[in-house]
């Protein structure tokens, strides 16, 4: 049984900063493709970026260049390091475990709650 749970999430003020963390178990961590997604209230479910075994990375767009995503596999963790926040950013935000590259079948986190507001 595979088990993702996500950490990090909290209250920034427009311009800040936050990491995310998301530990996963119960699987080989370094052969798992991995993803973050976000959900606004009243929205969909949205890609925010996503790093494969092999390290390739992909953003949305309307993050890229603020956002990076990482993996340490020594301990099994995911993060999403987000800059230059905006209150459009705000949502809860879920890290996945895929089966397959970007296929939303997989194995999920509950999410954490990312706030931007003055």
């Known amino acids: 049984q595979v088990q993702v749970v996500e950490s990090g999430g909290g209250l920034v003020q427009p311009g800040g900063s936050l990491r995310l963390s998301c530990a996963a178990s119960?699987?080989?961590?370094?052969?798992?493709?991995m993803g973050w997604y976000r959900q606004a209230p009243g929205k969909q479910r949205e890609l925010v970026a996503a790093?494969?075994?092999?390290?390739?990375?992909t953003y949305d767009g309307a993050v890229e260049g603020r956002f990076t995503i990482s993996r340490d596999n020594a301990v099994n963790t995911l993060y999403l390091l987000m800059n230059n926040l905006k209150p459009e950013d705000t949502a809860v935000y879920f890290c996945t475990v895929y089966k397959f590259w970007l296929a939303t079948d997989g194995y999920w986190g509950q999410g954490t709650q990312v706030t931007v507001s003055s």
């Open positions: 119960g699987s080989t961590f370094r052969f798992n493709h």
């Open positions: 790093i494969a075994s092999d390290g390739r990375t």
